[in-house]
């Protein structure tokens, strides 16, 4: 083979970097919040959105999905859906994002197997008692999938995979790797010395881990058992598995900007080796 022509080979076999950015649309837990007070971290609930190559990523649908207005829809790229599990705050955006009543959108909703199947959970959320109308409504063109292992996703997105963790009823964290990137999306779990093990290894080299940190020290104590983390016992995992950036997420409801930013001050001067903040909504991160 001619020295030129084996270049050009070597580099169609090496992957092509990704290019993927990371919107924070919701990082508030358990409960929309809203007023001045919540104007830096936000009131709206889980919802983050990757762009990676052409594939379009929304993970969990709280109501952080209404800022993902109509018109920057791009209908004719692979959207896709992925839901860590079925309380209300991943689930509330979902019945009146518009996206949802539009014939010409279609959208993969992706749960874990070891969850009840995706469509029956939004259907429970759409029926009466709790709204008027049934997952008959939406016109999307929905397609559903419940995870069991590695999930390729087209427009050269990246490849999906769950680890089941310990929150009420069990919750599917997520990985996407692909094009040299890696993202990991872990809210709504409880560590204990078990999950914190099988964690690290799901998240290793990630260059974003985006991680459930909502109970201060005596709020934990308190709630120990709910399926969240303390905010030092986040930190400190994700300084062990640092470098990357660590994003601490779900923001227990009366944690005001102020309170906040003291402490992620604070955590900031004991945790030098990774990048750790509390999520902001509306921050974009490109990786
Ligand atoms: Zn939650
Ligand atoms: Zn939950």
Redesign the pocket.
């Known amino acids: 083979m001619i020295a030129g022509k084996r270049r050009v080979v070597e580099e169609d076999m090496k992957e092509k970097e990704a290019e993927v950015r990371l919107h924070i649309l919701g990082a508030r ?2 409960v929309p919040t809203d007023g001045e007070e919540y104007r830096i971290f936000g009131g709206a ?2 919802c983050v959105y990757l762009e990676w190559n052409d594939a379009r990523i929304i993970l969990d649908a709280g109501s952080g999905l209404l800022r993902l207005k109509d018109q920057n829809m791009e209908r004719a790229l692979p959207w896709y859906l992925f839901l860590s599990h079925y ?1 209300s ?2 689930l509330l955006g979902l019945p009146m994002w518009k996206p949802m009543y539009d014939r010409r959108f279609k959208l993969t909703v992706c749960g874990a197997d070891f969850q009840m199947p995706p469509k029956n959970a939004i259907d429970a959320l759409m029926r009466e008692p709790l709204w008027p109308v049934g997952e008959e409504a939406f016109l999307a063109n929905i397609a559903f999938r419940q995870l069991s292992g590695a999930f390729p996703l087209a427009g050269g997105g990246p490849v999906a995979e769950c680890m089941r963790a310990k929150h009420p009823g069990g919750v599917a964290l997520y990985r996407f790797s692909g094009g040299g990137k890696r993202v990991v999306y872990a ?2 779990c409880e560590l204990d010395d078990k999950s914190e093990k099988e964690l690290k290894e799901f998240a290793k080299n990630a260059d974003i881990i985006i991680l459930d940190a909502q109970y201060l020290p005596q709020e934990y104590t308190k709630f120990r058992g709910f399926g969240h983390n303390a905010i030092a016992r986040a930190c400190r995992l994700l300084n062990e598995l640092g470098p990357g950036i660590g994003l601490l997420f ?1 923001h227990a409801p009366e944690h005001e900007d102020e309170l906040l930013l003291s402490l992620e001050r604070e955590y900031r001067q004991n945790n030098e080796n990774a990048d750790i903040r509390f999520a902001r909504a509306g921050e974009v991160i490109t990786l």
């Open positions: 837990g358990s609930t889980s309380h705050d991943h809210t709504d779900h």
